[in-house]
């Protein structure tokens, strides 16, 4: 599974043919562009669909709500480019729940013809379509404080690895585990509904294997972790 991390800039993507079998494509975007993709993300929402637009109403810091716009640009855009469709031509749904079975599960492309998930911490944003369900995160390095609050909550192996480690050691390590498992949420659509224990992912160099899922981590810039979950 290639692991490269194509750039989402200004100008409008070569995206090429969609991905398919086990191919991944994997974008990542600075979202705090004016211009993603060839479009202007101050005029972004006549691209995006009633949903889209509320949720970014809702946002009432103008850097929250210009990220939000800018990785949804983005998600348009490239979407967009592998479906041959004008960005606000491409009609975004939800998938039912595996928990639940409510209509929050997975955001998906009407019809299927890609799937794809969409992460952003900060100002980074990272975006991955593949032809099986995926999921993407990128994560930037949390706080010691953020470590003690959600060390207990971890599976008791990796809470033991963590707690192991020397303490300035333990944001990035916490960061490698937590887009891992943040991917792997996002690709199977449970999100943190059944807590963040299970699957055991690891926290050292290399994600341990999840049954079922290809599990990889991802370049990412100095300060952030991200990985990926690809049904196997």
Wanted: glycine share 10%; charged share 20%.
């Amino acid at each position: 599974m290639s692991t490269y991390v194509n750039r989402l800039g200004e100008d409008a993507p070569r995206t090429g043919e969609p991905p398919a079998g086990t191919a991944v494509a994997v974008w990542s975007l600075d979202t705090t562009l004016d211009v993603v993709g060839g479009h202007r993300v101050d005029a972004a929402l006549s691209l995006l669909d009633a949903g889209e637009r509320e949720r970014a109403g809702r946002l009432l810091r103008a850097g929250d709500r210009h990220r939000y716009l800018a990785s949804h640009v983005g998600l348009r855009v490239l979407l967009g480019g592998y479906l041959g469709l004008a960005p606000q031509e491409v009609v975004l749904v939800r998938e039912d729940c595996p928990c639940c079975d409510g209509p929050h599960g997975r955001p998906a492309v009407a019809g299927g013809a890609v799937q794809f998930s969409l992460s952003h911490s900060d100002d980074l944003a990272y975006l991955a379509f593949a032809a099986v369900p995926v999921g993407v995160d990128v994560e930037a390095v949390p706080s010691a404080a953020a470590v003690a609050d959600v060390l207990h909550a971890l599976h008791p192996a990796e809470t033991a690895e963590l707690s192991a480690l020397p303490a300035q050691e333990r944001p990035q390590a916490l960061a490698r585990l937590w887009s891992r498992k943040e991917a792997y949420f996002k690709g199977t659509g449970t999100g943190l509904a059944l807590g963040l224990a299970e699957p055991y992912v690891g926290s050292g160099p290399a994600p341990s294997p999840v049954p079922g899922w290809h599990l990889t981590d991802l370049p990412a810039p100095a300060a952030y972790a991200a990985a990926l979950a690809l049904r196997a």
